[in-house]
């Protein structure tokens, strides 16, 4: 049985959902899981690294992303160092960032996870010298910051974490590795989505900004996102349509037209498919679960 490593194992006692873990050198572990994702960043010596049935040699500079349900360990190391900065996605404030509108991001934490058996772990970050140092001192203000926990480290640690995001998302937009540069493609797609969701996309213009045939380009999409592209556009234009529903006073008619939606119908019968309630009823919802945490103030 795989050994699962949990949440409250491994981050602060406050529930904090960013931590850092440094080896050097890495020592034999056994094969496991996760409750969250990290990011893997190696520093230095080579190794071997096992997913399942998978191996992939590494070497210093190579950085990925292992989300939680996938197990992996390490083999053959011989003084391999790296640093493990480990999170939650679900507890992180990503949405309020313009991460999502990153090609990169979406190519480090989404399609070379996915693709990594098929490519051999050849479309993974490989990171130049001055950009590994560059990587290793925003992880040193990391830790800093989780190990002081002054006033405001939420803030500063949740920043952070963002910026070393964020630059390697960089990094990997200037990949000139080919197995990456197809990923980009679709990614470059993905971000459009994000950057755009409120206007009119069509399929052929997405389509046209991978570069891809439209049958590989559909079969890719869905394969690593879990929709087709004009669903999983629906989804997203849904998805802000809920936070405005909690947030604003708009009419549903102003939200929909706001989210990318030309009629105020097709977005309630979307928004049930999705939700299984329609907008008025997830307003109604929510102001009544705001109201009775109020109530526990008095």
């Not at 989780?146 to 949740?158: E, I, K, S």
């Not at 213009?205 to 049958?215: A, F, W």
């Not at 869905?222 to 349509?241: D, V």
């Amino acid at each position: 049985m795989i050994r699962k490593l949990r949440k409250q194992d491994w981050f602060h006692p406050d529930g904090f959902p960013i931590a850092v873990e440094r080896r050097d050198p890495q020592e034999p572990f056994g094969l496991h899981s996760h409750e969250f994702s990290e990011i893997v960043i190696i520093t230095g010596g080579k190794g071997v690294h096992i997913t399942g049935e998978d191996t992939y040699e590494l070497t210093a500079g190579d950085t990925f992303v292992i989300g939680g349900d996938r197990p992996h360990d390490y083999l053959n190391m011989d003084r391999l160092s790296l640093i493990n900065v480990l999170f939650d996605s679900a507890q992180l404030p990503l949405a309020f960032s313009d991460l999502h509108s990153l090609p990169g991001y979406h190519t480090l934490f989404t399609l070379e996870p996915a693709w990594r058996k098929r490519h051999m772990f050849s479309s993974r970050l490989q990171l130049a010298p001055v950009e590994l140092a560059e990587a290793i001192r925003l992880v040193d203000q990391l830790e800093g910051e989780l190990d002081q926990r002054g006033p405001g480290f939420g803030v500063m640690a949740t920043t952070t974490w963002l910026q070393l995001a964020t630059f390697l998302a960089r990094c990997y937009n200037q990949s000139r590795n080919p197995q990456s540069k197809s990923l980009l493609r679709i990614a470059e797609a993905i971000a459009h989505i994000e950057r755009h969701y409120t206007d009119p996309i069509s399929l052929k213009e997405l389509i046209e900004i991978s570069g891809m045939s439209r049958r590989n380009f559909i079969r890719t999409f869905e394969a690593t996102m879990g929709a087709p592209p004009i669903k999983y556009l629906i989804r997203r234009r849904i998805q802000r349509a809920c936070q405005l529903l909690q947030q604003s006073d708009q009419s549903i008619t102003q939200i929909a037209l706001t989210v990318g939606f030309g009629d105020s119908n097709y977005f309630s019968r979307q928004f049930r498919l999705l939700n299984g309630t329609s907008p008025r009823e997830y307003r109604n919802r929510s102001e009544q679960v705001i109201g009775d945490g109020n109530d526990g103030y008095g």
